[in-house]
């Protein structure tokens, strides 16, 4: 009787090669004479709200706009934080900077 068979037993071993020191597997090498291109200022305040959006000391974002959730958190007394006031402020009609993160989503 032997050893009892298994699944992997079907399959031939592969080795792989590890890659040069320092690259990781899916991270595109830049391209020579290319610096690596800081975010722009609009992605940095994106970001900004994106982590407002998901601050749950401020109370629920889904159903209403970042400038009615801040408003509110304001009146609550929970201080949200004042960047976000001014960056709301700064682009009024935009809804990327509106709309929380879930407005996409049905209630």
Do not use: N
Request: glycine share 8%.
């Amino acid at each position: 009787m032997g050893r009892k068979r298994l699944i992997t037993d079907s399959y031939p071993v592969v080795k792989r090669r590890e890659g040069p020191a320092g690259h990781s597997k899916g991270e595109l090498a830049p391209e020579l004479g290319e610096e690596p291109q800081p975010p722009d200022e609009d992605e940095a305040e994106l970001q900004l709200l994106r982590q407002f959006d998901l601050a749950w000391q401020y109370g629920p974002c889904t159903g209403i706009t970042r400038l009615q959730r801040w408003c509110r958190a304001k009146q609550l007394g929970l201080e949200p934080p004042p960047e976000v006031w001014q960056v709301l402020k700064t682009h009024p009609g935009d809804p990327r900077f509106q709309c929380s993160l879930w407005h996409l989503y049905p209630l």
